[in-house]
């Protein structure tokens, strides 16, 4: 008898083991939102990330749909609903736009327009400082860093814009460029 609970115990482990497993390999990333982002990466000694992004035209992206210029575009375009509700303008302006409302945590504003985690990735899983502390375990838990290449970029400042000037990916990048600096 008591062979067959050892039995029993260790099947139930193993499984409970091979749940979990599967649990962290299925673990989906969630977008948690600039303002968790900028609450560390601010500050001169944090290479002023936040500000670069605050003073961007992406942090504002969002918001220029909200405006006369984007109305009219809406209406010339003959989009059915308001620039701010339209898809077509959303994809670029809310990176997240189609994205299921259950991977967007409540500190995530689409409000916020063109945010880290567009770049980098949804951060749910490297936001804690003991992960950020360790480049390879936050490139592990999902941040993303982008190489230096366009085609991230291109996915919208393209001609499918209707407010398209010519895309120099070296001149846009030199807006936006932030580097957090080595510590030591």
């Known amino acids: 008898m008591k062979n067959c609970i050892a039995v029993v115990l260790l ?3 193993l499984l409970l083991i091979s749940t979990v ?5 299925k673990a989906v990333h969630k977008y948690v939102g600039v303002k968790l982002c900028g609450a560390c990466h601010r500050g001169e000694k944090k290479g002023m990330v936040f500000e670069i992004w605050q003073k961007s ?4 992206a969002y918001k ?8 009219k575009i809406a209406k010339e375009k ?14 670029c302006h809310v990176p997240t736009t189609g994205v299921d409302k ?17 770049c980098h990735g949804p951060g749910s899983d490297y936001k804690s400082i003991t992960v950020m502390k360790d480049r390879e375990k936050a490139i592990a838990a999902g941040l993303i860093i982008p190489k230096d290449d366009p085609k991230l970029c291109v996915k919208c400042h393209n001609s499918d814009s209707p407010t398209y000037k010519k895309f120099e990916y070296k001149d846009f ?12």
């Open 57 to 60: 035209k992406h942090a504002s």
């Open 102 to 118: 259950a991977l967007l945590n409540p500190s995530y504003d689409v409000k916020d327009g063109v945010q880290c985690e567009t």
């Open 173 to 184: 990048w030199a807006k936006i460029k932030h580097a957090v600096p080595k510590q030591g």
């Open 11 to 13: 099947v139930v482990g």
């Open 21 to 25: 497993a599967d649990a962290q390999q």
């Open 64 to 71: 220029t749909l909200e405006g006369a210029d984007a109305a």
């Open 78 to 91: 003959g989009l059915k609903k308001p620039a701010n509700e339209s898809p077509e303008c959303l994809k």
